[in-house]
């Protein structure tokens, strides 16, 4: 059965404001997680998938919001962030299905390698900012749709204080399916191997009116049939 969360306030948790174990699916809409210990909403396990909408998620001590690279889809109206510890949303790595990720006015945090699959496609909304925690890759075997636009572009950096070259490996398609979009993104500090974007065996990806700085090797990697 699904939890249903609503209209509540989690506050002064000695933990987190809402720790979720495996295999749960929670629906928690405008709800307040505020004042608590560690994480306002923390979901332990890729097995659980929490739906989290319209929600306030203020002055906790660690991150706002720790979840799945596939649950990113499944956060969406107007969220609230401010004054945690890290006003950033955590996500360990998962394989990812069909969905959008909203620009929620916080970056999105990687902490672990991902991989759009076969058959599905992600879509990044304008104005989102994705940062990757350590040496991690973005794989995509489906498609990828990250379309900015002029006045806000989506970015693709490291979630380093200071960050260097080859801080994060690459965004790489590899037999991705057609229709594959990267228009006004910016890609940074990247490229530990080979290169910060890398195409290999696929010819469907087009690539516009981007940025590609500060790489650990190439900027852009082209190799087989691309």
Not at 163 to 187: A, T, V
Request: net charge negative.
């Amino acid at each position: 059965d699904t939890v249903t969360i609503s209209h509540c306030s989690v506050t002064h948790s000695g933990t987190a404001g809402l720790y979720i174990r495996e295999y749960s699916q929670p629906v928690i809409s405008n709800s307040s997680f505020s004042d608590n210990t560690t994480y306002g909403i923390y979901g332990y396990h890729s097995t659980g998938h929490p739906f989290i909408s319209d929600c306030a998620i203020q002055n906790n001590g660690s991150y706002a919001i720790h979840v799945f690279t596939d649950d990113l889809k499944d956060i969406t109206g107007t969220m609230t962030i401010s004054g945690n510890g890290y006003d950033e949303i955590f996500a360990s790595g998962a394989n990812v299905d069909t969905g959008t990720w909203l620009d929620h006015n916080v970056p999105y945090v990687i902490g672990g390698d991902f991989t759009v699959i076969d058959g599905d496609t992600l879509t990044i909304a304008s104005g989102t900012e994705i940062k990757f925690d350590g040496n991690r890759t973005m794989s995509v075997y489906g498609a990828l749709v990250a379309d900015g636009t002029p006045t806000e572009h989506i970015t693709f950096t490291s979630h380093e204080t200071s960050p260097s070259p080859g801080d994060w490996k690459y965004l790489i398609f590899y037999e991705s399916e057609p229709g594959c979009l990267l228009d006004y993104c910016d890609f940074s500090y990247g490229g530990s191997a080979s290169g910060n974007i890398r195409l290999q065996n696929t010819d469907s990806v087009t690539i516009s009116n981007c940025s590609v700085t500060h790489s650990g090797t190439a900027g852009l990697y082209i190799r087989e049939y691309s």
